[in-house]
C-alpha cells in the first residue's frame, strides 16, 4: 500500500496496544486530530485499559504512513488530557478515560466502581468543628453546633480526581469508627443505618486556589468544576453536606433531559 496516494488507511489492532485506526486522507479534519480522537475512544470504550502500554510512536507513524511529528502530536493531546503518560524507560501508557458521571444520587466512589475504575482515598482531614452560619444552615443545626468536616482527596491510579470537603451532624455517626480510605461516604452511611432519599445539588465552576492547585496537580486559577450537594434521608433530615473540586480534564457530569 502507498499511503500517500490513498483516501482512507487502516490501522488494525493485531498489536499489543494499538487501537483501530482508520484515517480519511481526504478530510480536511488534520489527520494527528484523527488519530488523537480515535485513541481518546479506545481508552474512554476500554479496548485500551488502564497502564496498557501503547506501540512506540515510530512503529504506529510507519504503519499509518504518518510523520514522526504527526504523531508525537497526537500523542501529546492526550497526554496533555491526562489520558496516556510517557514514563522513562517504560514508554506510553494508558492512565484512564475521562469520568463522565449521571447527575444522580449516588457518590463519586460508588460511581467510579460501577465503572470499572479503581479509586482510592487520602484522607486530608477529619475533625469536630463548630458549624458556621452557612454550615448550619445546610444541615439545619443551630450556628456553633458540633459537626464533622470530613476532607478527602480521591484518585484513580496516582492521578487526583476531585478534592471533596463534607459536613455532617455529629449525632448522625461516629466517622472515626468507619475506614474512610478504602470506604464511599455514602456507603459507611448506609452501613450505619442512615440512607438519603433527595438532595439538591448545584454544578458550576471556579478558578483553582493555590492550596486546591498543589492537592490536584493543576495551576492555580485552573478552571475547576464544582459541586455542592445537601442530602436528605427518608424523614426529611439534613444527613450531609458537600463541596466537592473536580479536574475538567478528567471529569465530567452527564445529565438525560426529557422533553415534557
Known amino acids: 500500500m502507498t499511503y500517500g496516494r490513498t ?18 486522507r481526504s478530510s480536511p479534519v488534520p489527520l494527528y486530530f484523527q488519530v488523537a480522537a480515535q485513541f481518546e475512544e479506545a481508552i474512554l470504550s476500554g479496548a485500551l485499559g488502564p497502564g496498557e ?30 489520558m496516556l503518560v510517557r514514563k522513562r524507560g517504560v514508554g506510553t501508557q494508558v492512565v484512564h478515560g475521562k469520568v463522565s458521571r449521571s447527575v444522580e444520587l449516588t457518590s463519586l ?24 452560619e452557612a454550615i448550619a444552615s445546610e444541615l439545619q443545626v443551630t450556628k456553633g453546633d458540633e459537626v464533622w468536616s470530613l476532607e478527602r482527596l480521591r484518585m484513580i491510579g496516582d492521578k487526583p480526581l476531585a478534592l471533596m470537603h463534607n459536613w455532617l451532624p455529629v449525632t448522625l455517626i461516629d466517622l472515626e469508627a468507619y475506614d474512610l480510605d478504602s470506604d464511599g461516604l455514602y456507603a459507611v452511611l448506609r ?13 458550576g465552576a471556579a478558578p483553582a486556589s493555590q492550596a486546591e492547585a498543589s492537592v490536584l496537580d493543576e495551576k492555580r486559577g485552573a478552571p475547576l468544576l464544582t459541586m455542592q450537594r445537601t442530602a436528605y434521608d427518608n424523614a426529611g433530615r439534613a444527613v450531609e453536606y458537600g463541596s466537592h473540586r473536580y479536574r475538567p480534564d478528567l471529569y465530567s457530569f452527564e445529565i438525560t433531559l426529557v422533553d415534557r
Open 109 to 132: 466512589h460508588d460511581d467510579l466502581v460501577a465503572a470499572g475504575q479503581d479509586p482510592h482515598t487520602r484522607i486530608l482531614a477529619l475533625a469536630r468543628i463548630q458549624a458556621d
Open 53 to 82: 502500554r501503547i506501540e512506540n510512536e515510530i512503529a504506529m507513524a510507519q504503519h499509518l504512513g504518518l510523520s514522526r511529528p504527526t504523531m508525537r502530536q497526537a500523542i501529546q493531546v492526550l497526554v496533555d488530557k491526562g
Open 191 to 203: 452501613r450505619a443505618g442512615v440512607h438519603m432519599r433527595v438532595a439538591k445539588q448545584r454544578i
Open 7 to 24: 483516501d482512507e488507511t487502516r490501522y488494525d489492532r493485531s498489536v499489543p496496544g494499538r487501537p483501530d485506526i482508520t484515517l480519511d
